[in-house]
């Protein structure tokens, strides 16, 4: 049982890469967790639906090379499903008993992930109907992950 995430970018601000670094290093302990991060596309200066339809298009072709057949995907998007943190952890604990044995969480660019991502996908998962940048959506994903671990290891966890 493994995580991976996908991530379009990389963490350019020191809070976010210390922050993220210290929810690795937690979740590490509780179970294997590998980050993978891929370039992002500059953003035209002139932005068009094509020209970010092209932008979208690049970055989920090197999104679609870093995943495999076997691996169960779930695409962090606005508009999805929102999960409580025990049912984030109920849900991680199913997928491992099923055999999925390498979940994949994508993480898009500026723009969002290219509808071939998304098709790719399992299902949608959202942290919530508000936007965050994908910088801080990488740190809460992590400390969600972390959480669900403690959850299924029936450790005490905040609420």
Avoid at 20 to 42: G, Q, S
Avoid at 144 to 154: H, P, V
Wanted: charged fraction near 30%; glycine fraction near 4%; proline fraction near 4%.
């Amino acid at each position: 049982m493994a995580v991976t995430l996908i991530c379009v970018g990389r963490l350019r601000e020191r809070f976010f890469a210390d922050a993220a670094e210290e929810y690795l290093k937690r979740l590490r302990r509780m179970m294997p967790v590998t980050v993978v991060e891929l370039p992002d596309e500059p953003e035209p200066s002139q932005p068009s639906e094509k020209l970010n339809e092209a932008v979208m298009k690049r970055e989920g072709e090197r999104i679609l090379q870093k995943i495999s057949q076997h691996d169960y995907v779930i695409a962090m998007c606005i508009n999805a499903r929102q999960y409580e943190s025990t049912e984030l952890a109920q849900k991680l604990s199913d997928l491992f008993t099923q055999g999925k044995s390498n979940i994949v969480f994508l993480i898009g660019g500026s723009l969002g992930l290219h509808e071939d991502v998304l098709r790719r996908a399992n299902e949608r998962m959202s942290m919530s109907r508000m936007t965050f940048p994908h910088q801080l959506a990488r740190v809460m994903l992590l400390e969600q992950l972390f959480r669900a671990a403690k959850i299924n290891a029936g450790e005490r966890y905040h609420k």
